[in-house]
């Protein structure tokens, strides 16, 4: 209960909300998925890093001169993501298994670490020259996890060991990187941040805001086809509309530049991301969240560019948006920020990782075809894989679980924020709540006040804004907003909040062409899809609905039995085979494929397709017209 | 009129018809494209190739040793599909400039040449060993370039230079070559088979053929994140039933594959080649013939991954499509090759150059949005560019128009069979055949005899698919075959062909999502686009189809005055720029958008889009339904 955000503003920070100092999930739907985390994930996380060659590369590194480095010129930030899900594992429950798990690693991360405080197990093992090639070379990159991991060992256990090899890495850097030089992946922004709010140390972040305010001034050597966008430096981040390039990169940035603006309490460039994450919401963001329309760049693409079968949405991408969504929560106070956070964690993030937690989607694809592309390991129509080669998603998957406790709650002068409903306690300042809630699969959470001191305070509820039915204590909430219940509370007061929890219908804007004549089945906040594992007889390509009359129905074979799937009635266009010729044909007006007899349509939630097997998928679907 | 084809079958091949031995065109849509070729593109092409340092990298190459190698690891290629250009231009016109030009540029490939025969500038220069990295070095793609250049020369000028150099080379390749050592980038498969039907030496084609057999066992090393797919590796040729990986390799295997089936009679291989070709058109052909749907690996998407905004298409993806469907219309007869052949070169090769032969698209995509991401400079959304730093598509546009002519007609032992319309005149044998029309913006064509044998035979006309309401001579003209007219004709006999030519909507099956609700304009082999230079005041995002009253108008400002637009009534979305939020909204059955007033809707080709300044455009449009 007393452990540290994982986002801790400074004192003096620009923001309207702050992270609660305990918030604890205990049961349900996030609960289940943390105990996979922590007793499937996190150990063949270990293994997969060693098997990888990562730690062997730390081993060698400690022993000076050049060898060999194995795996990616980023291996290391594997290692401290994975550490920091350790970490904040336990600071959840402390276990001697994590613990000394904890410490082999974290000490062979300190014996690597050069004598100047330098520490990147590629360039020392190569003998290449440090920042010499920094548009790939992942060196800052690297060092943002590392510190981030240092943070989460402090806050979670107090552990200093990561600390102290961070603060060196980071006091060197402060001394000693070349002016201008920025990593073509940031990270390090947000670890600097962070670093310098654990440890007080006004140069961290003075260059988090020297990394943040030279990018986008093409100061990056550019590498193969690529623009400099792609590595987020064609326009400055002040002055960016919009967010474009890698999308992981992007978010990244995107996370560490709010990180630096509300410490130096820069509005002008709080307000340019504000105006970037809100197009980037209207015009780039996927139904699930999930972020990036590109393979080629692991990018995202233009305004309303938005195939759902060629999406690359990846998992780290998804998980950086929840970081900077909730610096932008934090900062402003504004609840569509949350409400973008919850969509990407249940429908983005979640998907990247099985029911049973050893496999992982890199790539989440809205839509799956029969015949789809299995050339790439990381195509959704093989499923989710038990590694690759580029391991970035499942330890960011890992570390995201172990720290989600820190994301349910904020607090200010007037109160406490609830954001997302888990069962659990939320501790802030002399506030302790317990919240009990069958969420998502129900929309009923009931909060009861277990201590509270004598003054009147606001408990604030987010509505999302899809939750047009929602109620608190029979009143009915706006959707879009809080509903704020101000009172002098006494210990056993109860609010009963009602999200209105019911299968719904969405459509997309007409702009948003590939989704045209489509529309896609949501659940409280849960997107849905049609799984072929569940349409025995005909292709999920072929099927439509063929009317509105959505119902909640019993417990899908071979899913979890608490998952409440969704039937309608649809139809199965006719797809000839044996006519294979040219698709393209002569249009009669209106245009209406032909239709074969009625079938039941199952939709599941999107974040558990995929784990009967891998098989067409679609989250949109076609409306059948009579 | 003597210039051999540019595809020579040898006299024992399994075709079913032949090239004919002069085909020449005089006049209109493709002799304007040409005259740009040949003044403007084929002399900027020269220079472009001689800045990028490809002829540079010859020079040096010539002296020895080792030096600096300039530009990409395939430079030379550029080089020989100039060279190839030059030879087939100056074979349809003698030139001085021209000739001194293919002497200065063909000599320095000869002094490049190793003693042994072998030539690849980069290994050369840069000391690589041989053959050690074909997965990426393209030394056999080059050489196939080099052949095909060759060919070229000797057929179109009788100088045999290139032919030499060429064919020491391939004796050095027939005798060196590792067993099982394949290119990473076919195209050394077509050279050797033509290399062989011109001078009759056995091992070139048994070299071509072991090419083709080796491949698809896994035996190229894998790089990056690709697949064996990506370079076609993962599925031997003989048992794949569809196309996969990098568009234009797929198409230069496959049309090297046909070479080597027909000239060996081996029958299972031309049916699989068959096989494949007929599920690539079903399933991941664009309406306009374009191949590749995805940026990330050039590559084909799974089944109908076709999405216009993200489609690559890439222009010599189209090219390799027209020489493999033109292999495969020789060899089986069946006039769809002709079909796809004449829409991938008005709609996917056309559009790859600009109409002042100045700028070249490498990717043409089907849409392109307000917002379209510019980073990349292969972006559509930015236009044609002066040249690539990977400039393989404009030497290839030029080669192919160049050689254009040669596509006409074929012929057989009944007689003659026109597949291209053009105003020319086709020599097959002792006919003599002269062609005028106004095709493709009228569709009636006037064949006139002018040379004839005595005795009967058959001219046959390919009657596309689409053309329903075409006519010989009054009589109606069954669509998707040919329509034969056989007796015994008489100098000045004249046949009239009429296509019909008039503008059609076109729609797409079901499982073309990406186009659902939408319809796309054409008329007669054309594809047509709105491109938001002749729509101010609203933009091309927001345009639908009102009405299917298409009508042929006058012409449009800024394009050339035979370019036939069409017109139909439309209507706008309302896109509100200020509601900017999360673009999924509850959907309301049956969901239709907001419509502003109408909109004249302005159709042109698509071949001609953007030459009037880049910005929106599209060749699918939402049908308005009221």
Redesign the interface.
Known sequence: MSVDPVVRPGTGAAVTLRPVTGARIHDGFWAARQRVNREVTIPLGGERVRDSGAFGNLRRAARGGSAEHRGKIFADSDVYKWLEALAWERGRREDDGLARSYAQASELVAAAQCADGYLHTHTQLTGRRRYSDLASSHELYCAGHLMQAAVAGRRATGDETLLRVAARFADHLAKDLPADAIDGHPEVEMGLAELHRETGVAAYLDLAARQVAARGRALIQLKG??????RQD?VPVAEAT?V??HAVRAMYLAAGAADVAVETSDLDLLAALGRQW??M???K?Y?TGGLG?????E???????L?P??AYCETCAAIGSVQWSWRMLLATGDP?YADLVERTLCNAVLPGVSLDGEHFFYVNAL?V??????????SP?RGRQGWY??ACCPPNVMRLLSSLDHYLATCDADGVQLHLYAPGTVRAGGVLLEVETGYPWTGRVEVVVKETPGHPWTLAFRIP?WA?AAGVDGRPAEPGGYHRVRRTWRPGDRVELDLGVRP???????????A?????VERGPLVYCLEQADHPGVIV??LCLAA?DLRDAGPVAGLPADVVPVTARGRA?V?REDD????????????E?EHGGPVDLTFVPYHVWANRGAGPMTV?T??H?P
């Open positions: 086809h690529h623009g400099p966008g792609y064609r919009t474009e390039g809100r197009d919401v209207a015009t963001t139904l329309s590109n393979w080629y760049g990018a995202f693409g233009g305004h309303h560019e195939a079968d060629t569509a839509r075809r029969a015949g789809a592309d299995p050339d790439d390991l990381r129509a080669g580029t804004a047009d719904r219908l969405t459509a997309a804007v007409p702009r948003l062409d590939v045209r004549g489509q529309v896609a390509d072929d509105a266009h797809h294979g010729g040219f698709p393209y044909r002569a249009a009669v007006a209106p245009h494929p949109w076609p409306m017209r």
